[in-house]
């Protein structure tokens, strides 16, 4: 009996686990799509052109459980990954306005993304999952 409910918790385990690494592929694998998408964007100033890309609507369709790997990735490098912050806002049902001092949005996207990125830290103190590769 005892044996059968160690593997039952042991099966438990590498599941829960392999549904974490999947979920940081499928973020890879979005966020690499939409990296590359950006390289044939015609420039823009609109952040809405960015974030209502097919490529970076898959990236907030992961949910909750990218989270992690978005806030990594968002650490450890600046400029288009700031954007990510907005897929951060939506996936956590914030208000974007909440963290701009320009109503429109169209401003100083940097500043958008330390305010997200405090509150964040803020509500999740703890660091990330140790399989999320930190900067």
Same mark, same amino acid.
């Given at each position: 009996?005892?044996?059968?409910?160690?593997?039952?918790?042991?099966?438990?385990?590498?599941?829960?686990?392999?549904?974490?690494?999947?979920?940081?592929?499928?973020?890879?694998?979005? &966020?690499?799509?939409?990296?590359?998408?950006?390289?044939?964007?015609? &420039?823009?100033?609109?952040?809405?052109?960015?974030?209502?890309?097919?490529?970076?609507? @898959?990236?907030?369709?992961?949910?909750?459980? @990218?989270?992690?790997?978005?806030?990594?990735?968002?650490?450890?490098?600046? /400029?288009?990954?700031?954007?990510? @912050?907005?897929?951060?806002?939506?996936?956590? /049902?914030?208000?974007?306005?909440?963290?701009?001092?320009?109503?429109?949005?169209?401003?100083?996207? /940097?500043?958008?993304?330390?305010?997200?990125? @405090?509150? &964040?830290?803020?509500?999740?103190?703890?660091?990330?999952?140790?399989?999320?590769?930190?900067?």
């Amino acid at each position: 009996m005892k044996h059968n409910l160690l593997i039952l918790l042991l099966v438990g385990f590498i599941a829960t686990g392999c549904g974490w690494f999947s979920v940081e592929r499928k973020f890879e694998k979005r &966020y690499a799509a939409w990296h590359n998408n950006l390289k044939h964007l015609p &420039y823009t100033e609109k952040t809405a052109d960015l974030i209502s890309m097919p490529t970076f609507r @898959a990236i907030v369709a992961l949910g909750r459980p @990218a989270l992690p790997h978005i806030i990594a990735k968002m650490q450890r490098e600046r /400029g288009v990954n700031d954007f990510l @912050a907005f897929a951060v806002v939506e996936i956590s /049902g914030w208000n974007p306005a909440d963290f701009s001092s320009d109503p429109t949005l169209t401003g100083n996207v /940097g500043e958008f993304r330390d305010n997200v990125m @405090a509150k &964040y830290r803020e509500l999740n103190p703890e660091p990330p999952p140790p399989w999320v590769k930190q900067p």
